[in-house]
C-alpha cells in the first residue's frame, strides 16, 4: 500500500466550484491539494456573466480563452418566452483542462486521479487511482466539490455533511443545419427543465434534467423511450429539433447532486 501522504487540505473535484474553492484557500496562504479526474465525454455547458467575472477576478487568462462565442438565451417560463439573459458556449473539457492549468500556475498542487475511498477517523483519508498507481492522503479538511459523483456523505449521516436532493441529466446530440446561427434555450415542463445549446457548427445539444432520486430513472435498456417521451411532454422541442438528425451514440445520462 503507498504511504500516506498529510496535507492541510484536499478538495475533490477540478470543475468551477473545486478550482475557486482551492483558489480562495491558497490566497489565504493555505496549501491545497486538488485530485480530479477527466471528463471522459464531451459535453456542453453554458456561463453566464457572474462566474465569467470570477474568472477575471482570479486571472484565469488560460480559461478566458476557452470560452466560445457569447449568445442570446431564450427563457420560457409559464408560457412567457423572454430573451433577457446571455450565457458563453462552453465545452467542458476544454474548459476544466484550462481551469486545472490556471489553478496550478497559483500555486494549486492538481493530481489527476480517480477517488477510490473516502473515510474519516479523525482526519480524513482519502485514496486515488493515478496513472502512476495509487496515492493516499490524509488531510485535516475535505471539499468534496466532484458534483454528481459526491455520493459518499451519505455514508456519514448527520454531523455537519451537508447533501442536495439528487438530479439526473439525460441528454442527446444532434445535427442540424450550419446556417442556423449558435443560441441556447432553457424552459421548464411538468417533468423538469430542459436546456438546448446550437453551436453554430451544425451541432445542437437537448439536455432534459429530473429527478434523480432511486427509483425515478428506468433502466439503461429504458432510457431511450424516457427521453423521447420527455422531448414529447416538452413544448418547446418541437421548434428546438425542426429539421434535426439525432447523432448515433450520442444520448447520455448522469445523476448529480445539486450545491
Known sequence: MAAEQTRSVVVMGGGPA????????????????????SRPFVAWEGLSERPRASLCHF??????????????????????????????IVERRRFDQALLEDAAARGVEIVQGRIEQVSHQGSWHISCRTAHGQKNFRAGFLVDARGREARFGRKFPGGNIVT???????????????????????ATFASGWAWYLRDGNGRAILQIFVEGGRGNLPGKAGLEA???RLVR???????????????????????????
Open 18 to 37: 473545486g478550482v475557486f474553492s482551492a483558489c480562495v484557500l491558497i490566497d489565504l496562504g493555505i496549501p491545497v491539494t486538488l485530485i480530479t479526474r
Open 59 to 88: 486571472g484565469f487568462e488560460r480559461t478566458l480563452k476557452s470560452l466560445g462565442p457569447m449568445v442570446a438565451r431564450t427563457a420560457h417560463w409559464n408560457g412567457v418566452s423572454t430573451i433577457q439573459n446571455r450565457e458563453y
Open 164 to 186: 442536495a436532493p439528487a438530479t439526473a441529466a439525460v441528454l442527446k446530440s444532434y445535427r442540424v443545419s450550419r446556417k442556423l446561427p449558435a443560441m441556447t434555450a432553457v
Open 226 to 228: 424516457y427521453f423521447s
Open 233 to 259: 411532454e416538452l413544448p418547446e422541442a418541437a421548434a428546438w429539433l425542426d429539421g434535426a438528425r439525432a447523432r448515433i451514440n450520442r444520448f447520455r445520462c448522469g445523476r448529480r447532486r445539486r450545491p
